[in-house]
């Protein structure tokens, strides 16, 4: 059965499952909750998620809270736990009474700004290019919804809110103010959306960033390294266990979307759609399929929607001419209990020639991305270790570039995939603490190795540290400094050049 078909029976299926909560926003792909849902995951209180696909809704992240709140409930918890799991708690109080309360009991509200954040930005380096793309990029500045920053000194004030009407309607935005140095000002949507509830299945239309892939320094599908995209997406926000024999699959997961790309490249305007089905048949075991396909624009011959399944599902279309530029990866995390629920993760991605027989890859233009997270390297739990390597050279001069849409992978001239790009690798390394009342430190070092395909390969070595402080219910500050020594800067012999970046902020929630 092609992936096209496995689809369609999974939107069907989910449709026909019993309504679900009331919709709810998404959560920033920068918010803390994510490395603190990560944290309870790995220390055992969260069993149900599919940390593959997201971002989660504010729904789905209360729901794992009280899953962790109940698992609690039997266990002596780690202090980290305990702090973790009350912050959480605070946080979402909201929609866990909701959820406790049932979804035909969800009433309207308006939330004109449910938080203000305000950033300043110390940038001091120029940006690297990406050869076959027309992405350039400042190496520091990865995986923040495409915002970039002049040199030297810059300022931003980012307001969220939303409004919902009943069970039904979500609408959700979240503007952002900047100042310049270089005089470059304005306002603009950094990502926002209206949401309709369709039982359990949510139907969005909007501006939206999507992370697909169980990597968390990048990802080879979808990163929020671009700006998010402006799309019609249809998903299943929490995951759903399925009717009949399906239901051994476990925890069930799917998203879908079309978009359409910047007219500022080689073939203007292409279509851009993608598919995830996402799966947890046991408490130790997720599995993912990603695919991403680009298709049409100016100048290029037209495809209509069953043409679009029909390549989304892994099938080429007939005839000769190269229509696409697709992107496909599987991923899988393994959690190891015996092991102080070590966990393992990776990724195996192909470029244009995947094909799909069923749910087994066969892929001719290889990438990959694996992983290890061990979530209590101590007695307390408080400290965790994560290391990561990505690999995109291993088909030389292939991934993220294509010879029709010689703009190669990219949206407002950012790779929407790994932020190393193509024909590069990537070693990654970051070791994490929860101090108590609520102080949490990263120290993280990684380092790229980029290639034009031939001649030298520009290097990079970054040092970084983030320190966030939540010192009050509604008040949270934060510092951010990394550091880049790059040498063969743009592929040039002997050109090294040291960067930096540091930001300092706070945020107020209501």
């Known amino acids: 059965m092609s992936c096209r078909w496995i689809m369609i029976l999974a939107l069907l299926l989910v449709w026909a499952l019993p309504v679900a909560a009331a919709p709810s926003p998404a959560i920033s792909l920068d918010s803390w909750v994510y490395p603190a849902l990560d944290k309870l995951a790995g220390l055992g209180f969260i069993q149900s998620s599919l940390q593959g696909d997201r971002p989660f809704s504010r729904g789905e992240a209360a729901r794992q809270t009280v899953e962790a709140m109940t698992a609690a409930r039997d266990r002596i918890l780690p202090p980290v736990a305990r702090e973790l799991v009350a912050r959480l708690k605070k946080e979402f109080h909201l929609e866990i009474r909701e959820q406790r309360n049932g979804s035909d009991r969800a009433g309207s509200y308006f939330k004109p700004i449910r938080e203000m954040r305000f950033d300043y930005v110390f940038r001091d380096g120029s940006d690297s290019s990406y050869p ?16 970039d920053y002049s040199e030297n000194h810059n300022l931003e004030v980012t307001l969220s809110g939303e409004a919902r009407w009943g069970r039904w309607l979500l609408a959700d935005w979240q503007p952002v103010l900047r100042g310049q140095e270089n005089g470059n000002t304005g306002i603009r949507l950094r990502q926002g959306s209206v949401t309709l509830a369709l039982g359990p299945v949510d139907l969005s239309v909007g501006r939206q960033s999507l992370w697909w892939g169980q990597g968390r320094n990048g990802s080879l599908v979808l990163t929020n390294n671009a700006d998010p995209l402006d799309m019609i997406r249809l998903t299943n926000p929490t995951p759903v266990i399925l009717p009949w024999f399906l239901k051994y699959l476990g925890a069930f997961r799917f998203d879908l979307f079309v978009a359409r790309l910047d007219d500022d490249r080689d073939v203007e305007e292409p279509y851009f759609g993608g598919m995830r089905l996402g799966i947890k048949p046991t408490s130790w075991l997720e599995l993912g399929m990603s695919r991403t396909v680009m298709f049409g624009g100016k100048g290029r011959p037209g495809i209509d929607f069953d043409d679009f399944l029909t390549i989304i599902g892994g099938e080429n279309l007939s005839g000769d001419e ?20 070590a966990e393992l993760y990776g990724e195996l991605g192909g470029e244009d020639q995947a094909d799909f027989a069923g749910f087994l890859p066969f892929f001719s233009k290889k990438a990959y991305l694996a992983g290890v997270y061990l979530p209590q390297i101590e007695p307390s739990g408080r400290w965790s270790l994560r290391l990561e390597y990505a690999d995109t050279s291993i088909d030389t001069n292939l991934w993220y570039n294509h010879s029709q849409y010689t703009s190669g992978y990219t949206y407002q001239r950012k790779i929407m995939g790994h932020a190393m790009g193509g024909t590069a690798k990537d070693y990654f390394a970051e070791i994490e603490t929860y101090f108590p009342l609520g102080l949490r430190l990263a120290l993280n070092f990684d380092h790229q190795k980029r290639s034009a395909g031939g001649g030298v390969a520009e290097k990079h070595y970054q ?40 930001d300092a902020g706070l945020s107020w929630n209501w």
């Open 132 to 147: 076959g793309t027309n992405a350039r990029q400042f190496a520091l500045l990865s995986n923040r919804d495409g915002l």
């Open 463 to 502: 040092p970084g540290v983030a320190v966030e402080w939540h010192c009050s219910p509604r008040l949270t500050l934060r510092f951010n400094y990394a550091f880049d020594r790059v040498e063969n800067f743009g592929f040039q012999s002997g050109d090294t050049r040291n960067l930096h970046l540091a």
């Open 322 to 341: 190269d229509t696409s530029n697709s992107v496909a990866a599987i991923d899988v995390r393994i959690k190891l209990p015996f092991l102080w629920n």
